[in-house]
T-cell receptor, first 117, second 113 residues
Framework: AQKVTQAQTEISVVEKEDVTLDCVYETRDTTYYLFWYKQPPSGELVFLIRRNSFDEQNEISGRYSWNFQKSTSSFNFTITASQVVDSAVYFC??????????????FGKGTHLIIQP | NAGVTQTPKFQVLKTGQSMTLQCAQD?????MSWYRQDPGMGLRLIHY???????DQGEVPNGYNVSRSTTEDFPLRLLSAAPSQTSVYFCASRETGANYEQYFGPGTRLTVT
């Protein structure tokens, strides 16, 4: 069965520091998709990125970057020059292609990121 | 587009009461699902539907019932609420296919006393 592990329960850094959120996954599928979602204090879930298992290129979007390494089954998320508005819970999630992804997303338990001014 | 809407936003129930959490989407998505979020547990799939008239169980289906009579609506029923069902419930929808992102509703915070 698939599994997503976010070992960091809570991270606290001072504004402008860089921070990396770790995500390790397990799956028997060869084709799958990985996602990151952000949940700010207001509670909604905001989609950040999707990556398929065949695309190991790193991605950068502004201050956000993602490092996908199939060899270590990891999909880590880095925020550069963090800001207070980045404070949120971040979830990594996995969707397997078998069955058309009908089983939905398997989420990690989330990492609570606190950016102190 | 309103996206995915959920009602109510907050609800308090007594043990044994029943209620229905409403979910609707206006994006013509075939796939809809319900998750619950508990502290320190992430989100877990309760039930899902791949189209009108088709539903199936997720990871934690016990105590919940769903039906899908239209593409737009996917209500979640609690037949006899228990304190263990105190949680935040999220409805989500997406296009057919595992590669598509899920769009989440704003959530319903349910407390069962």
């Amino acid at each position: 069965a698939q599994k997503v592990t976010q070992a960091q329960t809570e991270i606290s850094v001072v504004e402008k520091e860089d921070v990396t959120l770790d995500c390790v996954y397990e799956t028997r599928d060869t084709t799958y998709y990985l996602f990151w979602y952000k949940q700010p204090p207001s509670g909604e879930l905001v989609f950040l990125i999707r990556r398929n298992s065949f695309d190991e290129q790193n991605e950068i979007s502004g201050r956000y970057s993602w490092n996908f390494q199939k060899s270590t089954s990891s999909f880590n998320f880095t925020i550069t020059a963090s800001q207070v508005v980045d404070s949120a819970v971040y979830f990594c999630a996995l969707s397997e292609i078998s069955g058309g992804g009908a089983d939905g997303l398997t989420f990690g338990k989330g990492t609570h990121l606190i950016i102190q001014p | 587009n309103a996206g995915v809407t959920q009602t109510p936003k907050f609800q308090v129930l007594k043990t044994g009461q029943s209620m229905t959490l409403q979910c609707a989407q206006d994006m013509n998505h075939e796939y809809m699902s319900w998750y619950r979020q508990d502290p320190g547990m992430g989100l877990r799939l309760i039930h899902y539907s791949v189209g009108a008239g088709i539903t199936d169980q997720g990871e934690v289906p016990n105590g919940y019932n769903v039906s899908r009579s239209t593409t737009e609506d996917f209500p979640l029923r609690l037949l006899s609420a228990a304190p263990s069902q105190t949680s935040v419930y999220f409805c989500a929808s997406r296009e057919t296919g595992a590669n598509y992102e899920q769009y989440f509703g704003p959530g319903t915070r349910l407390t069962v006393t």
